[in-house]
């Protein structure tokens, strides 16, 4: 079904991949700070799926398509960019749903639906996220053995290895909500999750 040497090599070099910050890490890291791990799971959904679409159409090809057209993109990163500014900016006023509470108010909560689509738009609006799995993944699956089974294998330990390193980042950021919360220095988490967000808006439109 799968390569055990070539699977042997892959999770080590995906592992570090998904480790090392990004948008979608600093996006969970964020959220992780204001809305909480538990409620941070449904952007991590989105963004999983988001993973393994790219991760599965950049195999097949179409990623060669799509980046030789970076239009396609161009005004989806805009938009995406714009909007998590938009929030940065209202973070960084104290104001909005992703604005941490004072001391004894209650947090505002996300719809789960905005929260799937930020961490979905956030993995399918990267170029060189489509780049680094075109690159990447093709030679991890064996040409001697079945396609699709491998990709399958791979597509899921790409999710469970982002999952993970999502769910460490956004466990971050709720130790550091509690720490400033317990100083009673919200102001300064809220200044710290908006300059976070304007990094990952930033991002978005440099990637």
Known sequence: MVNLALLGAFIPTFLFVSVTPGMCMTLAMTLGMSQGVRRTLWMMWGEMLGVALVAILAV????AIMLQFPAVFQWFKIAGACYLGYI???MWRAKGKLALPKPGDLPARL??????????????????????HMALLPPFIDSQLAFWPQLLVLVVIIIL???????????GGKALALFF??????????????S???????WMLLG
């Open 88 to 90: 940065g900016l209202q």
């Open 161 to 171: 290895l982002e999952f993970g390193s999502m769910l460490l980042y956004a466990s």
């Open 60 to 63: 097949c090809g179409v990623a």
């Open 196 to 202: 976070l967000m304007f990094g990952v808006a930033l």
């Open 111 to 132: 719809a789960r639906r905005t929260l799937f689509s930020q961490g979905f738009v956030t993995a399918v609006s990267n170029p060189k996220g489509w780049a680094f």
């Open 181 to 194: 919360a317990k100083a009673n220095r919200v102001q300064y988490l809220n200044r710290i999750g908006a």
